[in-house]
């Protein structure tokens, strides 16, 4: 029987604030293929090293090998190229993730085909075709190729540049569960028990981003807010728990913007006994969403404070305000809710007055955890287009947080220094108040 593999291309680091969840990308990728028959094998590269990946995929032996690509693992996915081509000079090539749905003809010289946007329905009926057909990775133009949304093809005078689509909410209702059992989970479940006594994974509710932050991109999911039916959603919840987890992150980037959601989720959450965390928006939060969030088994939440001066977030473009990122973490914090917030120091156009505003904003604020990083220009965002000196080329691997990828006016070492004189001032208060 022919075989896909699907490669997820990061090895883990062991930095202090990592956090490992398996790649959920490739678990809905996986469950469509089996869904048509296919046999589909999911190589998690998190903790195995090169050659052990190299040694277990060319002992599979498949037909086509997908591989993820984001910015941080450009390297690797190219040195995963190469090893398969090598090693199975046979196979079909594609790229896929949110570096190469950007600037898919940087991939072209190396696979064979490119992948672009969401593509959960376009790239297991190409893979069943491709098989069924028996062509060769020279004969892609014997089958139909413009039929396929998202498929981009530049290489030997063959050229395809097929529009990318969004699913609508009914055909993410028709999908199959991720397909989770390639993974290590007790290697999961080890690392974050040691870290925070629990066991968790990552599960996504809602798909897609309705705003334009300066600093964002959003290559895969584009801007159409669509939300999964709840029905699906327990069932995988039940998976999940059956794969030995406790504990929930909801990947979401607006798993509170849709506040009827969010209550009808809470109120099938509550009585369930399985904790979880959020990422948050700061806006129409209130006491009562905040005590059924609770209720429900929220044990922290993650706020994008960003800043902490009002001319800055205009900069950001965050459509929020001061005074709506004070009032979501004293209403989460009231509750008993953790919360952690995300800060931006060193932004364009941002004054060293602005910056030492946002270390004392941080301060202030009733929070669990704070994070500084300088500004990260992804792909696809304006931001990353304004810049200057960036190399577009790159692979942002770089761990260090006061590390800038262009020309920057602040002194990085500057930043760094007040990073951590805040951070060890926030410490010193934590501190003082749990005596």
């Given at each position: 029987m022919p075989r896909v593999a699907l490669v997820y291309p990061y090895f883990r680091t062991k930095s202090a604030n990592e956090l490992l969840f398996p790649p959920l990308?490739?678990?809905?990728?996986?469950?469509?293929?089996?869904?048509?028959?296919?046999?589909?094998?999911?190589?998690?590269c998190t903790f195995e090293t090169f050659e052990g990946i190299q040694k277990k995929i060319r002992s599979y032996q498949p037909d086509i090998v997908?591989?993820?690509?984001?910015?941080?693992?450009?390297?690797?996915?190219?040195?995963?190229?190469?090893?398969?081509?090598?090693?199975?000079?046979?196979?079909?090539?594609?790229?896929g993730g949110p570096l190469p749905t950007l600037y898919p003809e940087q991939y072209c010289g190396t696979f064979d085909v490119v992948f672009r946007g969401e593509v959960d329905l376009s790239f297991p009926r190409f893979c069943k075709d491709f098989f069924s057909s028996k062509v060769t990775r020279e004969q892609l133009i014997l089958i139909p190729l413009e039929s396929y949304p998202g498929l981009f093809i530049r290489r030997d005078g063959l050229q395809m540049e097929n529009p990318t689509i969004h699913y609508?909410?009914?055909?993410?209702?028709?999908?199959?569960?991720?397909?989770?059992?390639?993974?290590?989970?007790a290697a999961y479940q080890e690392v974050w028990s040691r870290q925070t006594?629990?066991?968790?994974?990552?599960?996504?509710?809602?798909?897609?981003?309705?705003?334009?932050?300066?600093?964002?991109?959003?290559?895969?999911?584009?801007?159409?807010?669509?939300?999964?039916?709840?029905?699906?959603?327990?069932?995988?919840?039940?998976?999940?728990?059956?794969?030995?987890?406790?504990?929930?992150?909801?990947?979401?980037?607006?798993f509170?913007?849709?506040?009827?959601?969010?209550?009808?989720?809470?109120?099938?959450?509550?009585?369930?006994?399985?904790?979880?965390?959020?990422?948050?928006?700061?806006?129409?939060?209130?006491?009562?969403?905040?005590?059924?969030?609770?209720?429900?088994?929220?044990?922290?939440?993650?706020?994008g404070l960003e800043t902490g001066n009002q001319e800055t977030l205009r900069l950001m473009k965050k459509q929020a305000s001061l005074e709506d990122g004070k009032n979501a973490v004293q209403?989460?914090?009231?509750?008993?809710?953790?919360?952690?917030?995300?800060?931006?120091?060193?932004?364009?156009?941002?004054?060293?007055?602005a910056i030492e505003d946002t270390f004392r904003y941080s301060l202030e604020l009733p929070l669990d955890a704070i994070s500084f990083n300088v500004p990260f220009p992804l792909p696809?965002?304006?931001?990353?287009?304004?810049?200057?000196?960036?190399?577009?080329?790159?692979?942002?691997?770089?761990?260090?947080?006061?590390?800038?990828?262009?020309?920057?006016?602040?002194?990085?070492?500057?930043?760094?220094?007040?990073?951590?004189?805040?951070?060890?001032?926030?410490?010193?208060k934590k501190n003082g108040s749990t005596k």
């Open positions: 990308g490739a678990a809905s990728l996986a469950s469509q293929l089996i869904a048509l028959g296919m046999e589909t094998r999911i190589f998690d997908g591989i993820y690509s984001m910015v941080t693992l450009s390297r690797n996915t190219f040195r995963m190229a190469d090893m398969v081509r090598t090693s199975l000079p046979g196979c079909l090539l594609v790229a609508h909410d009914e055909q993410l209702e028709s999908f199959p569960l991720p397909y989770r059992d390639d993974f290590d989970h006594g629990s066991k968790t994974t990552s599960i996504i509710l809602t798909l897609g981003c309705p705003f334009s932050c300066d600093f964002c991109s959003r290559p895969i999911f584009g801007n159409l807010f669509r939300r999964r039916k709840l029905d699906q959603v327990f069932e995988e919840i039940k998976q999940i728990r059956r794969l030995g987890y406790d504990s929930l992150w909801i990947a979401d980037d607006n509170t913007l849709d506040l009827t959601y969010l209550k009808d989720f809470c109120g099938r959450m509550s009585g369930q006994k399985m904790e979880w965390s959020c990422l948050s928006r700061v806006t129409r939060i209130d006491g009562e969403i905040t005590e059924m969030m609770k209720a429900a088994g929220c044990r922290r939440v993650y706020l209403l989460f914090h009231k509750s008993g809710i953790e919360v952690a917030a995300f800060f931006i120091v060193g932004y364009p156009g941002e004054t060293l007055p696809g965002s304006p931001l990353f287009e304004r810049v200057s000196k960036l190399d577009k080329q790159m692979d942002w691997n770089e761990e260090n947080e006061v590390t800038f990828v262009y020309e920057s006016e602040f002194d990085p070492r500057w930043l760094q220094r007040r990073i951590n004189e805040t951070m060890l001032a926030f410490a010193e």
